[in-house]
């Protein structure tokens, strides 16, 4: 079975500091994606970040970046300069095959102090 | 930019009742999808269609759920009776052959 694993369930971070999210998986697919997703208050889901497993390089939007270490089964977020607006919930998550359905994580709660 | 958009935004139901759920997926997607977030927990996966069909989905979807797309546009999920444990945020999604998924801003399911 595909599973994804967020072993932490709340972070916090001061205001213009950065912070690591932790994410592993466990799959035995070659070719799968994975990605982050933001969750504020409303309950949207808003993709954050996404990192095809066959490119090496870590994928990086603005403040937000991956550390992603194929080998270990490992994909951690890093916000930069941490906004307020940035507080809120994150899923990794992630796809694998011809339907691509998502398997999320459980979820880290993000607050950020101002 | 694109959005997928889902009706009502929020529906409260009595228990035993038959409810629907709709989605618009952008009109260029050819697979579309349903996931549900119970309060507090993790966001699972309901239902893949493609093609005019089910392509996927899980031990949740059972023979109370069923999905349609009536028209050219539309994609629906019916709850044929609904239970109380059914309360929660259901997200449609759509995505094009290689690109990531885009959600939908969800409806809030509540069944009394």
């Known amino acids: 079975a595909q599973t994804v694993t967020q072993s932490q369930p709340e972070m916090s971070v001061q205001e213009a500091e950065t912070v690591t999210l932790s994410c592993t998986y466990d799959t035995s697919e070659s070719d799968y994606y994975l990605f982050w997703y933001k969750q504020p208050p409303s309950r949207q889901m808003i993709l954050v970040i996404r990192q095809e497993a066959y490119k090496q390089q870590n994928a990086t939007e603005n403040r937000f970046s991956v550390n992603f270490q194929k080998a270990a089964k490992s994909f951690s977020l890093k916000i930069s300069d941490s906004q307020l607006g940035d507080a809120a919930m994150y899923f990794c998550?992630?796809?694998?095959?011809?339907?691509?359905?998502?398997?999320f994580g459980s979820g880290t709660q993000l607050t950020v102090l101002p | 930019e694109p959005e997928v958009t889902q009706t009502p935004s929020h529906q409260v139901t009595q228990m035993g009742q038959e409810v629907i759920l709709r989605c618009v997926p952008i009109s260029n997607h050819l697979y579309f999808y349903w996931y549900r977030q119970i309060l507090g927990q993790k966001v699972e996966f309901l239902v893949s269609f493609y093609n005019n069909e089910i392509s996927e989905k899980s031990e949740i979807f059972d023979d109370q759920f069923s999905v349609e797309r009536p028209d050219g546009s539309n994609f629906t999920l019916k709850i044929r009776s609904t239970k109380l444990e059914d309360s929660a945020m259901y997200f449609c999604?759509?995505?094009?052959?290689?690109?990531?998924?885009?959600f939908g801003s969800g409806t809030r399911l509540t069944v009394v």
């Open positions: 998550a992630y796809y694998f095959g011809s339907a691509r359905q998502l398997t």
């Open positions: 999604a759509s995505r094009e052959s290689l690109r990531g998924y885009t």
